[in-house]
């Protein structure tokens, strides 16, 4: 009987602590005459109807209470203090009233001194338009030439549920480190996905058809293993680049670091046949970065021509001298699925003839536009300051810096959704330092919105969080397989893939 007279005192405190901390709009507060300043900063965005919960610090250092009111189509949500992190519940509740697109209205409210005074209120357009539920990353602490543990990990993006994929740390040991990367998927599905084991154990992890298997994609007629991959959406095969890759660093320059490719080709490769074939080899010509148009038979890549003008230099040597003049155009060729021939290539966007370099190229689900990120040379961007996500028109030809979406800091590694409304790339405008998952809306005239950082369940996250996001892209499902599947495919012996003049 004490239990339940206890029990009884329990709840009924718990519900009167609960009453009395329900915050309330001050009556009549003072306008302040400003904007409120938020991190992360999710004024005036445009967030998709499906996406998780927007977190934020406001920050007023002086004030002594804080109160938030999100309102819209006659429901409001209050919440009181300085970070404000709405419930999951709640939060679906009120985006569940946009049937259309509309604006969500954000009021701020603080109390200094005794004084209750009121922010401008500024507004969050919520799209009509939902965003594909999942996504996937590499994380990875800061390194330059060593690494420990790296992790594959794919985030609900209507919540922050999060699952690692992969970890490099169940293979990795003392004497023996595994490097993983470059995670892609087909129609962003994962019945057909990939990713790279190096170093350790290595190869690729390749998942045909929801079969999972170690193939090895180095052949005595390529310069390396498979690198960067891009599934073909119709037929059965991939293109690769293949690389030979090193880093240089500066002393003194801000961006620290160059990653060169001093060799590259592209090859495809036939998952049903374990073949490979040379696409474009030229010996002046570093071809990299493949992807594909929406029906398969278009392919579109970077390439750059670098020939060696003093004879006493290496290649190597000479790239890392004349890192500059090293400028990627964007390139595409036709593709024939009966014969596997490719046309001879066409150059799109001659970057290098207005001094700038493009890498990353990703075409949209409609097959119109194609989005990359360029900067003033080289092909690894995520260290270039410099570096923005554009856009070309195919039907119109216009290029368009997105300058709603970019910063003055590293934009890189672009891609889209799978209803091409969004985009997402990784940016380091945060800090410099880190890269992190930024997303935007894309309008029918190709215009994007302002870019907002993926939200997290509290606002202090990415401030405590050591690890870039690496290659983000999108996933219309979760993968299937556990870690500890992956691991096993790559304990045991790869499949060696052979060469062949036409991998048909």
């Excluded at 080709?265 to 030229?282: E, Q, R």
């Excluded at 985009?423 to 380091?428: A, D, E, G, N, T």
């Amino acid at each position: 009987m004490k239990i339940r007279i206890y029990s009884l005192f329990a709840a009924l405190t718990a519900i009167l602590m609960v009453a009395s901390c329900t915050p309330s709009v001050p009556t009549s507060p003072t306008a302040s005459g400003k904007s409120p300043k938020i991190y992360p900063d999710y004024k005036e965005v445009t967030i998709p109807c499906n996406i998780a919960p927007l977190t934020f610090e406001i920050i007023e250092p002086k004030a002594d209470e804080v109160v938030t009111r999100f309102s819209a189509n006659g429901k409001e949500l209050l919440l009181s203090g300085k970070n404000v992190t709405p419930d999951l519940d709640d939060w679906r509740d009120l985006l569940s009233t946009f049937k259309t697109t509309g604006r969500l209205q954000v009021e701020t409210f603080y109390q200094q001194d005794g004084k209750w005074y009121g922010n401008k209120a500024f507004g969050i357009t919520v799209s009509s338009d939902p965003i594909d539920p999942y996504l996937s990353y590499r994380l990875i602490p800061p390194s330059y030439v060593a690494y420990e543990k790296l992790d594959i990990v794919q985030r609900d993006l209507t919540s922050y549920d999060e699952k690692v994929i992969y970890s490099n740390m169940m293979l990795s040991n003392d004497q023996s480190g595994q490097c993983i990367n470059c995670h892609s998927y087909k129609n962003f599905k994962t019945d057909n996905m990939q990713f790279h084991a190096r170093q350790h154990l290595g190869g690729t992890v390749f998942v045909h058809n929801g079969e999972m298997r170690k193939i090895d994609l180095k052949t005595d007629s390529t310069i390396s293993a498979g690198v960067y991959p891009a599934f073909n959406p119709i037929y059965d095969v991939v293109a690769y680049s293949v690389n030979k890759t090193g880093q240089v660093f500066h002393t003194v320059h801000p961006d620290k670091v160059e990653v060169q490719d001093t060799e590259s080709d592209l090859i495809l490769y036939n998952p049903a046949k374990n073949t490979v074939s040379h696409i474009f080899n030229g010996k002046n010509d570093l071809e990299v970065f493949p992807t594909w148009s929406p029906d398969g038979r278009t392919l579109y890549f970077c390439s750059a021509h670098f020939e060696i003008k003093d004879s006493v230099n290496t290649i190597t040597k000479e790239e890392i001298l004349r890192y500059k003049d090293i400028k990627y155009n964007l390139l595409r060729a036709r593709w024939n699925p009966d014969t596997y021939e490719f046309s001879e290539p066409d150059t799109l966007v001659n970057a290098a003839s207005f001094g700038k370099s493009i890498t990353l190229p990703r075409v949209s689900p409609d097959g119109r536009y194609v989005l990359f990120a360029m900067g003033e040379y080289g092909c690894f961007h995520v260290w270039h300051s410099d570096a923005d996500i554009c856009m070309l028109d195919l039907q119109t030809g216009k290029l368009n810096k997105l300058e709603n979406t970019n910063s003055n800091d590293a934009e890189s590694y672009p891609s889209w959704s799978s209803n091409g409304k969004w985009i997402m790339f990784s940016s380091r405008r945060d800090d410099t330092n880190y890269t992190r998952v930024y997303l935007a809306h894309v309008e029918n005239s190709g215009r994007t919105s302002k870019a907002f950082l993926l939200p997290q369940s509290f606002p202090d996250y990415y401030n405590q969080f050591g690890k870039s996001y690496n290659r983000p892209e999108f996933m219309v499902e979760p993968v299937k397989f556990a870690p500890a599947d992956a691991a096993e495919v790559l304990s045991g012996e790869a499949q060696k893939a052979t060469y062949t003049q036409n991998c048909k």
